[in-house]
């Protein structure tokens, strides 16, 4: 699922990869927003009775980009074909999943409503208004990249580039962490 | 003297008319009834079954947008020279539905534009995964 501003971002890698599994273009944010995601990749695993059964984590789909970011992507695929091949059970049991959530807060909340009025400002081509908002947005929430990276290009920000970097380093020199993956397996 | 506004909630974003005192944020029943999905009652506001009394957000036919943002703890954020209002969702609605462990369910669309729901796949076990071009 693509946190992309327009389905036309995320065509070239959909349609590289080919997969034979939907893939959904989340623009406004939607899911981001209910299940309290805060950067990407955020995997999370839901069983067959719609329960949240492994909350919110970070993994790859592959090692491509390992050095820099240190996950082994082979780690969470093996759990998973356990899990889903039926040969473990869930990973935790629901308090243990309850207690592994992140949950949003007020100040969240109006991040998302702030990044959600700055998005609609762009789409209206007023660029200017929309940045107040989105720099409000990233003020109230500064742990969530999914604004604070995700508005960069409708910013006219490269999310590759300087301005980003230096935004993740003033992050991590503060103590803290650009990825949040469960404390266990 | 009504103004036009585009009120963005739910990632929908529709033209409403605010109407009254210059200061407030003013929305006849029927306006609010139909950009928001709840309903004004004797009981108050209320959506499915849930109820919040209404105090002073209606008065007169017209509900203050403001006042019901307030009493439902939704974020509310408006850019008077845009003409544009973003109302957002509780952080307790958020949580409480989070621990409850149950999945929120969510229609989004694939590149061809067909959309699916979570729902539509109940009975199979799912990965959810999110990423971005960013």
Known sequence: MALDKNADDVRPWIEAAGPTHPSLIDTKHLVADLYNMVNVPTILWIDEDGRIVRPNDVAYGNNQWQEMHGFDAEVHKRALRTWVHGTAPAPFTSERARQLQQLPNAEHQEARAEFALGQWLWEQGRMEAAEAHFVRAGELAPQDFTIRRGSMPMRDIDPMGEEFFAMVGAWAEAGNEYYHPLPEA | ?134
């Open chain 2, 1 to 134: 003297m009504s103004q036009q506004y585009t009120l963005i909630v739910d990632q929908k974003a529709s033209p409403v008319e605010l109407i009254g005192s210059s200061s407030g944020v003013e929305l006849t029943i029927d306006t609010f009834e139909a950009a928001l999905g709840w309903t004004v009652k004797p009981e108050g506001f209320c959506r499915g079954e849930v109820c919040i009394p209404a105090g002073e957000a209606v008065a007169d036919g017209t509900v203050d947008l403001a006042a019901y943002a307030t009493l439902t703890a939704r974020p509310m954020i408006v850019n008077v020279a845009e003409r544009a209002i973003s109302l957002g969702t509780a952080a307790a609605d958020r949580s409480d539905e989070l621990s409850s462990l149950d999945a929120p369910d969510f229609t989004l669309p694939d590149l061809d534009g067909k959309l699916h729901s979570l729902s539509d796949y109940r009975g199979k076990k799912i990965l959810l995964a999110a990423y971005a071009s960013w």
